[in-house]
């Protein structure tokens, strides 16, 4: 008998949250996987926004999964075909999926939205349609609403890169929100429309920046610039997840802490993507998350969008340059961009290419050889990909990442361990600890994502629940497994039987290896990755929370499962000379 998967769990949400505004969010509570194939814990949202002034404007779309609730649901609101204006934050599926929909529904609504957006919009409806493109500073002005009497005038910001190069932020000065779709967003899927428990929301906020803004650090501080312009924000109308207002200062704050530590110094990687073409932006914001990683600074650059001046500076100026293969038959517009790109490398640089996987791409090899013409240095091996990529894929690019923003880093990396004063780096290096190894693994078959580290600064942390901490560096590869609500095993490594599997996980491995080769390893006893067949004992546990140091994340993780091999053997015990190094 074979059983039919069960049905995704979809519903719908529409509240007021202004004087003549509502939202519609569709919640999709089961939704594991998004953008660059991260995991999600909590599901997310796709949140669109009616706004009634004189005119009515409708800000964004739903993903095409809710097409047979969503529309209903608006025809429930407001009558599709007296909606003036669609005003389109930016166009990627999971807030434009509906649009087509729309214009079939009411041929004369004006969309509204950057340049950029509106190019790409029609190569995704195949509709006539009528628009208005919009850049920062414009306006568009809906009139006043006849009975609250508030008028309802937006103001446009442009937002490229944030995180696709066709963002606008939308602020009505009526009431103080402004649309930023995107930025500001976090996957986290409940009823609570605002930001009421800011506690449990925050982990799967900094895990959003990190994965789609951090890469775009210096775009996320030009918004912020453009933003200290308006008037008071009171609430920001996010497209993914509760919206905020309760807490907007710290939110606020927060981002312009991140990306400002994030765009110091004047070092970066430029990570070349094809905007809508093949899996070119998804696999570049994967590379893009490694460097960032190894806190060394990046730049995506979208070779469709970005103006012939602007890519020669940003290709100029950086220490490292990745890019997609691109089609064999680009149209002129490109073919202008990539000899730009060409022109504008230098020999100093490293240079990384990847498979763009568009369908018609021109070969990785044909396209290395281009960018090394000068003699330039191999950033990592060309970043292959024979399939749709799937979560190993994703992995091996992340892991590139990491590697290449080490390489950019290690200057400052070897002046951090020489700075430390002889006698507190030898009293600090007389601190203790066992010797453990992490693993971790996420998904099934051709999406899984496996993981593991050498551990020695490991602690029990609580009684009751029982509960340990593990040290992790920020450019572990593990650390993208073990976010809040992740599950992981720790392996405590014997005595007197430790330097195999010591020697074995200490080594440096290529992106995407497989860490458990040749290994002794039991899946399907703990939850949360392989157990060693021969550790002396395994602890299966779930991250609860995560406090972030310099240089390393402190994990903080219930014990939920555990068992000892051998009641008589001790935990191998790692001891130091120096505290500057593990």
């Known amino acids: 008998m074979v059983v039919a998967p069960a049905a995704p769990r979809l519903s719908l949400q529409c509240e007021a949250i202004a004087a003549d505004t509502s939202t519609i969010r569709s919640l999709d509570w089961e939704r594991s996987r998004f953008d660059i194939e991260f995991g999600l814990r909590n599901g997310t949202t796709y949140n669109s926004f009616l706004v009634r002034g004189e005119r009515t ?22 009558d599709p075909s007296t909606i003036d204006v669609l005003i389109v934050s930016h166009t990627e599926p999971d807030h434009s999926g509906l ?66 190069p066709d963002t606008i932020f939308s602020f009505d000065h009526g009431t103080g929100i402004l649309y930023t779709c995107d930025a500001f967003g976090l996957h986290y899927c409940s009823e609570d429309v605002f930001d009421a428990d800011p506690g449990a929301i925050a982990p799967d906020f900094r895990f959003y920046y990190d994965c789609l803004m951090g890469p775009n650090a210096r775009s996320v501080l030009q918004a912020l610039k453009r933003m200290d312009g308006l008037p008071e924000i009171n609430t920001i109308a996010v497209g993914h997840g509760p919206l905020l207002r309760h807490h907007l200062s710290h939110w606020v704050s927060d981002y312009r802490e991140w990306s400002g530590q994030r765009s110091k110094g004047e070092s970066y990687a430029a990570i070349c993507y094809l905007s809508q073409y093949g899996f070119s932006d998804r ?4 590379i893009a998350h490694g460097v960032g990683k190894a806190d060394a600074q990046v730049q995506l650059v979208d070779l469709r969008a970005t103006d012939a001046q602007e890519l020669t500076a940003l290709i100029g100026d950086a ?21 730009t790109l060409l022109a504008a490398l230098n020999p100093k640089q490293m240079v990384g290419v990847y498979d ?15 960018l090394r013409n000068q003699g330039q240095k191999q950033a990592f091996a060309p970043l292959r990909i024979r399939q749709l990529p799937q979560g190993s894929d994703y992995q091996r690019c992340e892991e590139s990442g990491t590697d290449l923003g080490q390489l950019l880093t290690k200057e400052k990396t070897l002046a951090a361990m020489k700075s430390l004063d002889g006698d507190l780096d030898k009293a600090l290096g007389r601190i203790s600890g066992g010797l453990y190894v992490v693993t971790a693994s996420q998904g099934e078959g051709e999406e899984r994502r496996r993981g593991a580290m050498v551990a020695s600064w490991v602690s029990q942390a609580s009684f009751s629940p029982p509960g340990l901490t593990v040290a992790v560096a920020k450019d572990r590869a593990i650390e993208t497994l073990m976010q809040t609500g992740d599950r992981f095993v720790l392996n405590v490594l014997r005595q007197d039987n430790h330097q195999s599997l010591l020697r074995h996980f200490l080594k440096r491995f290529p992106p995407g290896a497989d860490r458990f080769a040749g290994v002794n390893v039991l899946d399907g006893v703990a939850e949360g990755g392989p157990v060693l067949g021969d550790a002396l004992a395994y602890l299966g546990c779930r991250v609860e929370q995560r406090l972030e140091g310099p240089d390393h994340w402190i994990i903080y993780g219930v014990v939920e499962q555990g068992n000892v091999a051998d009641t008589d053997a001790s935990t191998a015990v790692h001891h130091r000379k120096v505290g500057n190094h593990y």
């Open 283 to 286: 696999i570049s914001q994967a």
């Open 356 to 370: 763009a996987f568009g369908g018609n791409d021109e070969p990785i090899d044909a396209v290395a050889d281009q």
């Open 57 to 78: 404007a409708l800000i964004d779309t739903s993903h095409a999964k809710f097409r047979d609730t969503w529309i209903p649901l608006l025809k429930d609101q407001i």
């Open 99 to 164: 649009i087509g929909d729309l214009i079939d529904l009411n041929p004369n609504i004006e969309i509204v939205g950057s340049k950029v957006a509106l190019q790409f919009l029609q190569d995704q409806v195949h509709r006539p349609f009528k628009s208005r493109a919009v850049k920062s500073g414009e306006e568009f002005d809906l009139g006043t609403n006849p009975e609250s009497g508030i008028q309802h005038r937006f103001e446009f910001l442009s937002a490229p890169n944030l995180h696709w």
């Open 319 to 339: 220490k490292a340059v990745v890019a997609p293969t691109w089609p064999l038959e680009p149209d002129a517009e490109l073919q202008a961009s990539i000899g």
